[in-house]
């Protein structure tokens, strides 16, 4: 993991800030690395918690529910309580509202606690991904907890407590509501940052290489990430430098996939059934009775999976998106 030039500057700006923060980029920036990262940049004393919307793409799941406070807001405070920083939230009321009230006493309840052993610490929680949570509640005309959460701590800040939620700039209306707050606009690798990521993962490149694979990526981790995977074909034989778009690299990918999973060489409408269905149904898939759905074997969608990974990842329980634009 890079460590981004950016870091010192949020998690300052977030233990400064009175209301929440919401962290936004486009794809490919690296919102969730930098979220991880972030969650471990404050000062000792104080205590980050994140929380996940995105879930694998779980978060789609008719199950899951991470978008309603029922969930999503629950599962926050239970960690903490887990964490021996306050009383646990039984799940005994879908009042949304109820539950915010709670959660606000909850998290004074966990300053109270920091602050018995260090004096002036700060809870931070930190909301990745709210943009998908937000999606999902506007789509199944629900309420989100985040955008409860975001808009609550906006008009009345909690003493000690500090919001941060990241989102794609499309999505920042959506996500933020009326809330009125700090936006803070999260930079692609600077030549130094990108320089050091690739070098870490292709150490014989030259200096021709690098600056194809800058020219190429436009710095964007996710892109750089791709290029990496296929140096030599997209960056060492390449005789073009236009950028190029993490969609298409992610397209070829599937492509090759397929074509060493046996798939695409077959009947192409199961191949385009395999892969509707890897986007419609609720992750985790589990491989066996979607391969017998479909009239495969068990192995051709195993090889698929293991050829994305990472941005699939197999697990116990079946198939799970790491990865959105896959």
């Avoid at 980050?48 to 529910?65: I, K, Q």
């Avoid at 052993?117 to 991904?129: E, K, Y």
């Avoid at 695409?264 to 009775?289: K, M, N, V, W």
């Avoid at 051709?300 to 699939?312: K, R």
């Amino acid at each position: 993991v890079i460590a981004r030039a950016q870091l010192g500057e949020v998690a300052a700006a977030v233990r400064a800030a009175d209301k929440p923060v919401l962290l936004q980029a486009a794809g490919g920036v690296g919102k969730t690395v930098f979220m991880q990262s972030l969650a471990l940049a404050f000062q000792p004393g104080d205590h980050a918690l994140l929380f996940d919307c995105f879930g694998g793409g779980a978060y789609r799941s008719p199950e899951d529910e991470r978008h309603l406070a029922r969930r999503g807001l629950l599962h926050i405070v239970n960690d903490l309580a887990t964490r021996g920083l306050c009383d646990v939230i039984l799940p005994d009321s879908p009042d949304g509202a109820k539950m915010l009230q709670t959660a606000r006493a909850r998290f004074a309840q966990a300053v109270r606690t920091l602050r018995s052993a260090t004096p002036g610490a700060r809870l931070i929680v930190l909301i990745d991904a709210a943009d998908n949570a937000a999606k999902q509640a506007q789509d199944r005309h629900e309420p989100c907890f985040a955008t409860a959460l975001i808009e609550a701590f906006a008009f009345k800040p909690e003493p000690g407590v500090s919001i941060v939620a990241s989102c794609r700039p499309n999505r920042a209306g959506l996500t933020k509501g009326t809330a009125d707050l700090a936006i803070i606009d999260l930079d692609v690798f600077s030549e130094a940052e990108a320089r050091t990521f690739i070098l870490a993962r292709a150490p014989d490149a030259t200096e021709a290489n690098i600056a194809t694979a800058f020219a190429r990526s436009l710095r964007n981790p996710r892109v750089l990430a791709h290029l990496v995977g296929d140096w030599d074909a997209l960056v060492v034989a390449s005789t073009s430098n236009a950028p190029i778009e993490v969609e298409t690299l992610i397209a070829a990918r599937v492509d090759r996939a397929l074509s060493a999973a046996g798939l695409a060489a077959g009947d192409q409408a199961t191949a385009r059934q395999f892969l509707a269905g890897l986007t419609l149904l609720p992750t985790p898939i589990p491989i066996e009775p979607f391969a017998s759905a479909l009239g495969i074997s068990d192995d051709e969608i195993a090889s698929f999976c293991a050829d994305l990974a990472p941005l699939l990842e197999q697990g116990g329980q079946g198939v799970s998106f790491r990865d959105e634009p896959t």
